[in-house]
C-alpha cells in the first residue's frame, strides 16, 4: 500500500531551526512536495523535489533521499508566522498526490 | 487575480440532502481536483479532471459526482449527504495533471451533515 509518514507536532522557539522528517512508501515516485498550510486556511507550495539532495529557498530547505524513501523540510530563523501545518505529499506513478497527515509546528517566543 | 474560488465559506445540511460545491478557477489550468479533509489524515482525493470533459475517481469517490463542462469549473455534487461527509473540501487546480506541476488550492468549504 502507499503511505506517508510524518510527526504529528513538534514544538521550537523563535529563532531557532527545526527539521520535519517525511518517510514514504508509494507505488511509483514523481517527485516529493511540501506545503504549508495555517489554521483555516487552505495549503500553499513550499517545494518539490525530484532529484536527491538539498533544494534551498530562503530561509526553507527540502531534501530528499530516494533511495531511503526519506524527506525532510528545514525551517531557519523560525518566525511566530511559520506555526502552522506542514504537509508532505508525493507524486505517484499516475502522477496523483499522495499526502501525508501533516506536522503541526507549534513556534514559542 | 482570484485564483481559485469556492463557495459556499460553510455549510450546514441535513441528511439525505443534496448538495453542491462550487469551484472555479480563472487561471487556465487544465487540470482540477477535489480533496477532503479531517481531522488526523492527510488530504484525501475524491475526484479529478485533467481536461474538460473528462473526470475520473479518487482515493474516496463513493457519495460523491463531480462534471467538468468547462475549463474554469469543476463542481462537487453529494447526491444525498451522510454524517460521514462532515469535513472541510478543497478545490484545487494545476497546469495539468499529466506532470510535477504545482497544484494551487482554493480557500475550502466546511460542511457539516447532521
Known amino acids: 500500500g502507499q503511505n506517508i509518514d510524518q510527526p504529528t507536532e513538534m514544538t521550537a522557539t523563535e529563532g531557532a531551526i527545526v527539521q520535519i522528517n517525511c518517510t514514504y512508501q508509494?507505488?511509483?515516485?514523481?517527485?516529493l512536495f511540501w506545503y504549508q498550510q495555517h489554521a483555516g486556511e487552505a495549503p500553499t507550495f513550499l517545494s518539490y523535489?525530484?532529484l536527491d539532495g538539498l533544494e534551498e529557498k530562503g530561509r526553507f530547505s527540502s531534501f530528499l533521499s530516494r533511495s531511503k524513501g526519506y524527506s525532510y523540510l528545514l525551517l531557519k530563523e523560525l518566525q511566530m508566522k511559520d506555526s502552522a501545518s506542514y504537509l508532505c505529499a508525493v507524486l505517484d506513478s499516475n502522477y496523483q498526490l499522495i499526502w501525508g497527515a501533516g506536522t503541526k509546528l507549534i513556534i514559542k517566543p | 487575480i482570484a485564483g481559485i474560488t469556492q463557495a459556499p465559506t460553510s455549510q450546514i445540511l441535513a441528511a439525505g440532502r443534496r448538495m453542491t460545491l462550487r469551484c472555479t478557477q480563472d487561471?487556465?489550468?487544465?487540470?482540477m481536483y477535489w480533496y477532503r479533509q479531517d481531522l488526523g489524515l492527510g488530504l484525501r482525493l475524491i475526484h479529478y479532471?485533467?481536461?474538460?470533459?473528462?473526470?475520473g475517481k479518487g482515493e474516496v469517490p463513493d457519495g460523491y459526482s463531480v462534471s467538468r463542462a468547462n475549463t474554469d469549473d469543476f463542481p462537487l455534487t453529494l447526491a444525498s449527504a451522510v454524517p460521514s461527509q462532515t469535513s472541510v473540501y478543497f478545490c484545487?487546480?494545476?497546469?495539468?495533471?499529466?506532470?510535477?506541476?504545482?497544484?494551487?488550492f482554493g480557500p475550502g468549504t466546511r460542511l457539516t451533515v447532521l
Open positions: 508509494t507505488s511509483g515516485f514523481n517527485g
Open positions: 487561471m487556465r489550468h487544465n487540470a
Open positions: 479532471s485533467n481536461t474538460a470533459g473528462t473526470t
Open positions: 484545487a487546480s494545476s497546469v495539468t495533471g499529466s506532470r510535477p506541476d504545482t497544484q494551487y
Open positions: 523535489n525530484v
